[in-house]
C-alpha cells in the first residue's frame, strides 16, 4: 500500500518492515546482554561456605545463601566469629558483581565488596572500620566449585 501526499510518497510496507526491522534489533542485542546489563554476563558467587579473615583466620564468617546457591544475585545470612569465639550474625545480598552485608555487633557494620569470575575465592571488603579481605575455607569448598 502507497501513501500519497504532494511531494511525498511513503510506502506502508517499508514503514512497518522497517519498524519491525528496528523492533527486532533492539530485541537481539538486549538478548546478547548479560545479567548486569553490560554485555558481559554477571559473575556467578558460590557464598555458602566458610570465609577466613585472610590477616587472621581465626575470625571467620560463615555464609550460607538464603536460596540457590552459585548464582549471579542472592541473598545470605550467617554469623561472625571472632579470634575470641564472640559471634555476631549477619545478612546480606550479592548481584551485578558486588556483595553487601550487615554485621549486627552493639553498633552495625555495614561491608561492601566486588567479586570477579576470575577469583571467587577471595572478596575485598571496604568498610566505616576499615578493609577486610575473606578467602573461601579451602578445607570446606563444596565438591565442584575452584580451588583458592
Do not use: K
Amino acid at each position: 500500500m502507497t501513501l500519497r501526499q504532494p511531494g511525498n510518497e511513503v510506502t506502508i510496507m517499508t514503514i512497518r518492515t522497517c519498524g519491525a526491522a528496528i523492533l527486532a534489533g533492539a530485541l537481539a542485542f538486549a538478548g546478547c546482554q548479560g545479567e548486569d546489563g553490560a554485555g558481559e554476563p554477571a559473575p556467578l558467587l558460590t557464598i555458602t561456605n566458610s570465609w577466613a579473615d585472610e590477616t587472621d583466620s581465626a575470625h571467620t564468617f560463615d555464609l550460607v545463601a538464603d536460596d540457590e546457591d552459585g548464582r549471579a544475585a542472592g541473598t545470605f545470612t550467617g554469623v561472625e566469629t571472632l579470634p575470641d569465639f564472640t559471634q555476631f550474625s549477619l545478612a546480606g545480598s550479592w548481584a551485578d558483581g558486588a556483595v553487601r552485608f550487615t554485621v549486627f555487633r552493639l553498633v552495625e557494620v555495614v561491608y561492601e565488596a566486588e567479586y570477579a569470575a576470575d577469583n571467587p575465592t577471595r572478596l575485598v571488603f571496604s568498610s566505616a572500620e576499615g578493609d577486610l579481605v575473606l578467602v573461601r575455607d579451602a578445607g570446606r569448598i563444596r565438591a565442584g566449585d575452584p580451588a583458592p
